[in-house]
């Protein structure tokens, strides 16, 4: 209850804050022209409009695609000795809807759904719901917008979590449930939202880590002219875990960002604060470890020419350790698109990271390197094929926890 009433008294003191800066900003006489109920609101409807739908279910607009990929993988388990190899096939469906309420309100949603099928180990096989799965209402109260929306997901494959080794697949489902405020004074954003994401763990071995927080955020932007946008970002949240193996925890982070737009082909985001988390002690993974550092990121988009770009990303940030309190991530992610002809575009990518654990009884360093390979053809104006190559390499401390990876997948999606 303690914990509930820390949110609730943040949430009140953060909205009375906005507030006064607003009261402050209008005493002063500047004049703002309001955004929300005008230029966002068309924004929206054009985003509908320009979206190819093509079909109706009922109120709502749809728009459907469906695809197959297969891959041979030749370290599914994702282990140094003793490697194991298949064939996994994953026929997929998506569905976009859009339901225009009226001029200013519209409920959209999109639903991505698979089944991902191995060769010779059937046991792996597993329903897939595509990360961004979500149902979204936008509405307005005066210039304020509003957002309510619900995302979830039900993945499997164990190299998108870093620390984990030695295993196949690691079965999850999250559901994050928000609601966001957004108000647009011109010259200065005020937003503020709240999430409520549980994140369950079926997996017998691992489901200790399933979890439920609570997150408020708050934000205030201010557009210093027509290319660069900053200001100050401000999050609360509260973890609560199932089980007793992890700790439960409270984070705050705070810090400024900028958004900026430096030629018409160059433009970065950046973003640094503090990130400051209290554990609480006695969790069977032994560690006692609180966290009281800083976070940054650094995003780089550029427009090499006409049919080439590209974009660098890195960072340094904290997640939830799988043996420990934490993990800290240090990365950095660089991408390259070449558009070679008007059906036909290929890519490339370098990815690193490092990750370190707090100290728990079973604790972990390691380092993870990659690069990826990837081509598209558009076979037909709806049609596309795509082959991709991907390589992974973990070294870790201890070195059990190491291995190497090759994936190579061909597909073809076709949108209807």
């Not at 140094?80 to 996994?88: C, L, V, Y």
């Not at 005066?142 to 979590?161: K, L």
């Not at 654990?357 to 049609?383: C, I, K, P, W």
């Amino acid at each position: 209850m303690r914990r509930r009433n820390l949110i609730f008294t943040f949430v009140c003191v953060l909205a009375g804050t906005l507030m006064n800066m607003t009261d402050h900003v209008q005493a002063q006489g500047i004049d703002h022209v309001s955004l929300s109920g005008e230029s966002v609101a068309e924004e929206l409807r054009q985003s509908g409009v320009n979206q190819p739908y093509n079909l109706k279910l009922g109120p709502f607009s749809l728009r459907m695609e469906a695809g197959i990929t297969t891959s041979y993988n030749d370290n599914i388990n994702l282990s140094k000795t003793d490697t194991i190899g298949d064939f996994i096939t994953t026929p997929s469906t998506t569905i976009h809807g859009l339901w225009q309420v009226s001029d200013l309100n519209t409920v959209s949603f999109n639903l991505g759904i698979g089944y991902q099928t191995y060769l010779s180990h059937s046991e792996d096989n597993s329903i897939l719901l595509s990360p961004d799965s979500e149902a979204q209402f936008n509405f307005f109260v005066g210039d304020v917008m509003f957002t309510v929306h619900d995302g979830f997901s039900y993945q499997q494959d164990p190299t998108q979590i870093g620390q984990l080794s030695n295993t196949v697949r690691l079965q999850r489902f999250t559901n994050d449930f928000g609601i966001g405020a957004k108000w647009d004074l011109s010259s200065f954003v005020l937003s503020l939202d709240y999430d409520h994401t549980n994140f369950w763990v079926t997996n017998s071995l691992y489901d200790y880590l399933t979890n439920q927080s609570d997150t408020v955020t708050a934000k205030v932007s201010y557009n210093v002219d027509k290319s660069i946008q900053t200001g100050l970002s401000m999050s609360v949240s509260d973890t609560r875990y199932d089980q007793s193996f992890q700790n439960d925890n409270r984070n705050l982070s705070v810090g400024p960002f900028v958004t900026a737009t430096i030629t018409k082909s160059l433009s970065l985001t950046g973003q640094v604060g503090g990130y400051f988390t209290n554990y609480d002690k006695g969790g069977s993974n032994g560690d006692s470890q609180d966290l009281s550092s800083y976070y940054f990121s650094l995003g780089i988009n550029h427009q090499i020419t006409q049919s080439i770009r590209e974009s660098l990303t890195a960072g340094r940030e904290f997640i939830p350790g799988l043996t420990t309190n934490y993990t800290e991530r240090i990365y950095a992610n660089y991408t390259l698109t070449w558009q070679a002809t008007t059906y036909l575009n290929a890519g490339a990518n370098l990815l690193w990271e490092n990750l370190n654990d707090s100290q728990g009884t079973v604790h972990e360093t390691s380092e993870r390197y990659g690069f990826g390979l990837s081509l598209n053809d558009s076979l037909t104006e709806h049609a596309t094929l795509s082959l991709n190559y991907q390589y992974l390499v973990k070294n870790a401390n201890p070195s059990f926890l190491s291995y190497e990876q090759n994936l190579v997948t061909a597909g073809v999606n076709y949108q209807f």
